[in-house]
């Protein structure tokens, strides 16, 4: 993220402890030299309060380990400055200071910081050891002087040893802060960035993203509503979408309707046009008595009968065809044998058969038994057969097989011919279309034939196909094996 969160939390904090450390660190430059000097002087007070305790109350092991802990020089001596104890060797020295500060001999050098009946602080500068220090005298309550003293100098070491020590573990914990805070940091901004992603991706509408991290604070919570807005906004849109689906489906439909309606208009007056010219001229040929015998008379009459029947034929087709595709026609399906209906069909065909002196071959070995319209499978085996009759040529042959394979049965019909051209292999399904304009004209075709095979098998959900093959042409379709025979 450009703009992390988690980085700016590590930053913010980062920052914030810096500031702190750095605050610490002014205050401790500016006053920890005065704090120093202020305990020190405490201490040098509590030393000599505890040596004018009452005897007993203060052990002198306690005291002299006070002074040991606290680095202090100290030395006791008579009203006479005759004896003096002191924990220094220089004891003598001790003793010394103790009679300039009662005379004030070095009292040029002395600054009195505090003073009581009893004692006075002061800060004194040694010439000779030429540093400053921190010293108390004055007497106790048995009776004998005290002077006790510890230098400046060891404070300010002290000072600026805990300074340095400050800033070496300042930086410790500003580094070590920093990777906590980061750690913490992606671990609070790893489910906000998780919500992003999902929020992006629900963006694109791929709603099957989810928020995964869990949690029951208040970004679980978001995270659990992002998924119910999820699931709701799914289920909307797949129904938009089903509504969508459905309402195109309708008006491709209705578009398609419209114009399959203005193709059967035209193409049915194409058809109608060419009979309807013909019945025309030999009725009027008719009216007009142009024919010279009972012979013309009788061949008009017959041109006009054929004519008629041709467009009562094409009529029927059509109409036929226009309830299979629009689905008005219900199949009826049951189980019969498929090879007894071709050897019907081969033999109600048989006078067509025989006036193209064709020859037709079907052999069955065995019974199959498929569930279909056993009415509409004999229209397409007929229609097949007759397209087969129609297109002969060389040999004069038409084989018809029939073979099981996996759930189907594959009828095909074969007749030695010419070839049809590849790029109209397609095209043979289509209403009214003819391959040999010419050729169709001769024997009467309508190009319908087809269609309604076609027509048939969509409705059954089965498949039909055509395939150029060495010395002619084979036209096939499958159709559902009953159970009994799988």
């Known amino acids: 993220m450009k703009k992390s969160i988690g980085v700016r939390i590590t930053a913010a904090f980062t920052l914030l402890m810096v500031m702190a450390l750095l605050l610490m660190g002014i205050t401790n430059k500016l006053f920890l030299n005065q704090f120093y000097y202020l305990e020190k002087q405490q201490i040098l007070i509590n030393s000599m309060e505890m040596v004018s305790a009452d005897e007993g109350v203060v052990s002198r092991d306690s005291f002299l380990n006070f ?70 005298w004055g007497n106790t309550q048995q009776g004998k002087y005290y002077i ?72 679980g919570v978001l995270g659990e509503n992002f998924n119910h807005m999820s699931d709701k906004l799914e289920q909307t849109i797949t129904e938009l979408r089903e509504t969508n689906q459905r309402l195109q489906k309708e008006l491709d439909e209705k578009v398609q309707i419209d114009e399959m309606r203005k193709v059967f208009l035209s193409d049915v007056s194409h058809e109608l046009k060419t009979p309807i010219a013909l019945i025309q001229g030999y009725a009027e040929g008719l009216s007009d008595l142009v024919f010279e015998d009972p012979e013309s008379m009788q061949y008009y009459c017959e041109v006009i009968v054929d004519e008629s029947n041709k467009m009562n034929q094409l009529v029927k087709k059509l109409l036929n065809l226009n309830q299979l595709e629009f689905g008005k026609d219900q199949l009826t399906r049951e189980t019969f044998d498929l090879t007894e209906l071709i050897r019907g069909v081969i033999s109600s065909t048989d006078i067509l058969i025989r006036k193209s002196e064709a020859e037709v071959v079907f052999q069955a070995e065995q019974p199959v038994f498929v569930t279909a319209d056993e009415f509409k499978m004999e229209e397409v085996v007929s229609n097949y057969l007759t397209n087969a009759l129609n297109h002969l040529e060389g040999e004069r042959q038409v084989q018809i097989s029939c073979r099981t394979e996996g759930r189907e049965a594959i009828v095909r019909v074969f007749n030695t011919g010419k070839p049809i051209p590849e790029e109209e292999l397609d095209k043979v399904w289509i209403k009214f279309y003819k391959v040999d304009k010419a050729r169709t004209r001769e024997y ?43």
């Open 67 to 136: 002074c040991a802990e606290n680095s202090l020089v100290f030395a006791f001596t008579n009203p006479n400055l005759g004896e003096v104890v002191s924990n220094t060797a220089d004891a003598e020295g001790m003793a010394g200071r103790l009679l300039g500060n009662l005379l004030a001999i070095e009292e040029e050098n002395t600054r009195i910081i505090k003073e009581t009946e009893q004692y006075q602080l002061i800060r004194i500068h040694d010439q000779f050891l030429g540093i400053d220090f921190l010293e108390l």
């Open 148 to 219: 006790v003293r510890c230098p400046l100098s060891s404070m300010d070491l002290a000072a600026d040893i805990s300074r340095r020590f400050y800033i070496y573990v300042g930086i410790l914990v500003i580094l070590i802060s920093s990777i906590v805070i980061s750690f913490m940091g992606k671990r609070i901004v790893h489910p906000i960035q998780e919500l992003a992603e999902l929020s992006k991706r629900m963006s694109a509408l791929d709603f099957n993203a989810r928020y995964t991290m869990g949690g029951e604070d208040e970004i």
């Open 444 to 486: 009467g075709g309508s190009g319908i034939g087809l269609s309604i095979v076609k027509a048939i098998m969509d409705a059954h959900g089965q498949r039909c196909y055509v395939k150029n093959e060495e010395n002619g042409v084979a036209f096939y379709f499958t159709i559902e094996l009953a159970s009994e025979s799988l």
